[in-house]
């Protein structure tokens, strides 16, 4: 943590928002948000920015950081809000939950899913690209031992390779535990990314050259309507296998389909006190999947910056976040946005 608050105070620091000599209140102090590196998460991150701004009139930065290190400063209100927080899914956030540190408030993406995935063209081939099935029997995550060699590792020609979330990111932590959990961890190589863009751009390069890609993903995401894709069958879920998947250090992992998606605004129970008017604000966001997955693939497109796709919907969807504010803040919203 002495990292992350270093970082912290550079940051500030840069952006004149400290002041060596003068005091900054609570009433100025900026409101800090994770800074989260994957594309739903930054663009929610900015619709919440600008309306926090705008409409309460408070100013705000971000913090970058993985999720871990970022769910960690929350519970310590080095930061206070994480605009997509998958709730549940770290033991960092369960543990700070159960004390009291942390909040998960709405249901922002209703119908939002992970798991493993495989292009369509892989099991039931593409006529028009002249490609033929290559695992026709692929169905679930059973029928993936047998299967390495279409997967086929260029560096371990061996094994299959399976495309994991980057370092650092809870979801690589399940995924790690279970191939494990799923006898594979000998067959196939752990992949991971260096980053979200990274990760979409290997499976974007494959799916292009009609190559087989095993892959980790989740939605709201402009990939997952951008191609055909099939999701593996897992187990049943089982809450207490789910346990062992998302602690790093069980040596015995056991198999089940992931915790079903619930995706928050996560806060810190000190913020939500601070600011109660922000809070309910929170508790009632909530994106339409479809909006959302285009403006998510329009910014992801164009290269479109984050904050500039934010004002982009809000101007476009009024109907949807109007309905999360009182009339004065969506009035004051409003004008910004003219």
Not at 221 to 226: E, F, I, Y
């Amino acid at each position: 943590m002495k990292g992350l608050r270093t970082l912290l105070a550079a940051s500030l620091t840069s952006l004149g928002l400290a002041m060596a000599s003068v005091p900054v209140s609570a009433a100025q102090a900026p409101v800090h948000f994770a800074d989260l590196n994957w594309e739903s998460g930054s663009l929610i991150t900015e619709v919440l920015r600008f309306i926090v701004e705008k409409g309460y009139d408070l100013p705000t930065d971000t913090l970058p950081g993985t999720t871990i290190t970022l769910e960690t400063a929350l519970a310590k209100n080095d930061i206070q809000v994480i605009g997509e927080e998958w709730a549940g899914r770290s033991a960092v956030w369960v543990k700070a939950e159960a004390q009291g540190k942390v909040v998960g408030l709405g249901d922002t993406v209703k119908g939002a899913t992970e798991g493993w995935w495989v292009p369509e063209y892989v099991v039931k081939g593409d006529p028009t690209k002249n490609i033929k099935p290559l695992a026709p029997d692929l169905k679930s995550v059973e029928d993936l031992a047998r299967y390495k060699d279409v997967f086929k590792d260029p560096e371990s020609p061996g094994k299959g390779r399976f495309l994991n979330s980057p370092i650092g990111w809870t979801s690589e932590v399940v995924n790690r535990q279970k191939l494990k959990a799923y006898g594979l961890d000998d067959s196939y190589v752990n992949f991971r990314s260096g980053s979200g863009a990274a990760l979409d751009a290997e499976i974007a390069s494959s799916i292009r050259r009609g190559k087989p890609v095993l892959f980790y993903y989740w939605s709201p995401t402009p990939l997952m309507g951008r191609y055909k894709l099939i999701q593996l069958q897992e187990p049943p879920f089982d809450a207490q296998a789910w346990k062992t998947l998302t602690d790093a250090d069980n040596p015995d992992p056991k198999p089940t389909r992931s915790l079903a998606s619930r995706l928050s605004i996560g806060v810190s129970t000190p913020f939500q006190k601070e600011h109660p008017q922000i809070a309910q604000f929170f508790e009632k966001v909530e994106f339409p999947i479809e909006p959302l997955n285009q403006a998510l693939a329009k910014m992801s497109e164009n290269h479109t910056p984050p904050r500039e796709v934010a004002q982009v919907f809000l101007k476009a969807h009024p109907e949807v976040w109007k309905a999360w504010l009182t009339d004065d803040v969506a009035l004051k919203v409003e004008s910004a946005l003219k």
